[in-house]
């Protein structure tokens, strides 16, 4: 059993479209993180969350704790939002645990 | 201010070749991690390392060793490169804390034939 789980997997959208990208998580975290990684590419991280709600521009982030689950809002979608969304937990220790990733796809 | 600097981008061995995967970071952070990313699996922990001269195996430790000289550095040396180690590479660092963030090489693309 993976101790995160992302939905989906894959997902296409039309550009202007609202995307949500869910991750549930399983262990006890002290921070929850997403993260971008465009094809061939780098991985960066888009935010850190520990409780509530954080946005950065079109992209928004939220996280229930009493629910182990949190969610990636991404408005007004453009192509160059084509990416890999990765979920990762911290336990507070030294590791983390991380999502397979949603691939995600913006049609023009 | 590079961030985390990895080398080489590319590299392919033969069965038994060995090699080292280079990664620094300018940021003075004390943790750093070496993860290999495969398809259709999460980011999988080789070894990382929580301060100078301290190392620690992850998920998936066999067939690598690490070493962490000093604070900016953490290499990963594959002995003898089998074609199970074919991967995407990525080392890591974390700054802790109020504002934790983690922050990735460009990744190192192996094969091993």
């Known amino acids: 059993k993976n101790e995160v789980e992302q939905s989906p997997q894959n997902l296409t959208a039309q550009e202007g479209e609202f995307i949500t990208i869910n991750c549930s998580y399983s262990?006890?975290?002290?921070?929850l993180h997403w993260l971008q990684q465009h094809p061939g590419g780098g991985i960066v991280s888009l935010f850190m969350?520990?409780?509530g709600k954080k946005k950065h521009g079109r992209l928004i982030a939220t996280i229930n704790i009493q629910e182990k689950h949190s969610s990636l809002h991404i408005t007004a979608s453009h192509p160059r939002d084509s990416a890999v969304y990765i979920c990762?937990?911290?336990?507070?220790?030294?590791?983390?645990?991380f999502g397979t990733g949603t691939s995600l796809t913006v049609i023009p | 201010n590079a961030g985390v600097t990895q080398t080489p981008k590319f590299q392919v061995l033969k069965t038994g070749q060995s090699m080292t995967l280079q990664c620094a970071q300018d940021?003075?952070?004390?943790?750093m991690y070496w993860y290999r990313q495969d398809p259709g699996m999460g980011l999988r922990l080789i070894y990382y390392?929580?301060?100078?001269?301290?190392?620690d195996k992850g998920e998936v430790p066999n067939g690598y060793n690490v070493s962490r000289l000093n604070k900016r550095e953490f290499s990963l040396r594959l002995e003898s490169a089998a074609p199970s180690q074919t991967s995407v590479y990525f080392c890591?660092?974390?700054?802790?804390?109020?504002?934790?963030?983690?922050?990735f090489g460009s990744g190192t693309q192996l094969s091993v034939l």
């Open positions: 890591a660092s974390r700054n802790r804390g109020r504002d934790e963030k983690l922050f």
């Open positions: 262990v006890g975290i002290s921070a």
């Open positions: 969350l520990s409780s």
């Open positions: 990762a937990v911290s336990g507070g220790g030294n590791q983390f645990y």
């Open positions: 940021m003075n952070h004390n943790s």
């Open positions: 390392s929580a301060s100078e001269g301290t190392t």
